[in-house]
């Protein structure tokens, strides 16, 4: 299995601002993934990372506003731009384990004024 | 969607009842993952179960999957207080192998 850390753990941050969620892996991995889990809700996709490509985005997400970089097969970052309240959630990172589950970071939980 | 959606929403029981908790989809799956949420913490893979199997046991926990009613359901036996979590389903298709989660059953467990 993975082993998969986030920072930061939480954060509050005011309106207007970005905040930049960081992803790190103990091993090498293809593909990382971002999800955001809003208050009591499921987990939706955001992005696809595979490193020295662009991410790819979902339905509803743009680049402009949830940026991803991918510099090598152990790291990630996301950074959530221009921040609203809407954007209060958790954010969650995860890496493909075998047969075909999912490793999942502790996630980051973000509350924005 | 392909969207599984949990039933129930919530459920609340006794140490040492069994838990159950539903998961429907819409359309034909690969595979149907069950993973355990502890508040506010990051999702922990329980059990896969592909189309072609039936049931699945692991620990205290057993999974069953109905293709003709696309329905899964997830048994916890004997509860623990540890056992507290919210469970998510997560069903994937030919084509698109990353997981699409249902809203998730909250599960309480007194001592």
């Known amino acids: 299995s993975a082993v998969i850390s986030q920072k930061p753990s939480r954060d509050i941050c005011q309106r207007g601002t970005s905040l930049t969620i960081q992803c790190q892996v103990d091993s090498q991995v293809t593909m990382m993934f971002w999800y955001r889990q809003q208050p009591g809700q499921s987990l939706t996709l955001i992005a696809t990372a595979n490193q020295g490509s662009e991410a790819t985005y979902e339905s509803g997400f743009v680049i402009d506003k949830f940026p991803i970089s991918r510099p090598n097969l152990t790291f990630s970052t996301l950074t959530v731009s221009n921040m609203s309240p809407e954007d209060s959630s958790i954010y969650l990172c995860?890496?493909?384990?075998?047969?075909?589950?999912?490793?999942f970071g502790p996630g980051t939980r973000l509350l924005v004024l | 969607s392909q969207q599984g959606e949990e039933d129930p929403q919530a459920l609340s029981i006794q140490e040492g009842e069994n838990a159950t908790m539903n998961c429907s989809y819409k359309t034909s799956i690969n595979n149907l993952q069950w993973y355990r949420q502890n508040s506010g913490r990051g999702l922990v893979h329980l059990i896969l179960?592909?189309?072609?199997?039936r049931e699945k046991h692991s620990g205290r926990l057993r999974v069953t999957l109905d293709t003709s009613k696309k329905s899964s359901s997830l048994l916890i036996t004997a509860s623990r207080a540890a056992d507290t979590a919210s469970y998510f389903c997560?069903?994937?298709?030919?084509?698109?192998?990353?997981?699409?989660f249902g809203r998730g059953t909250s599960l309480i467990v007194h001592p």
């Open positions: 179960i592909r189309s072609n199997e």
């Open positions: 997560a069903t994937d298709w030919e084509g698109s192998y990353i997981p699409t």
């Open positions: 995860s890496v493909e384990g075998l047969s075909e589950t999912q490793y």
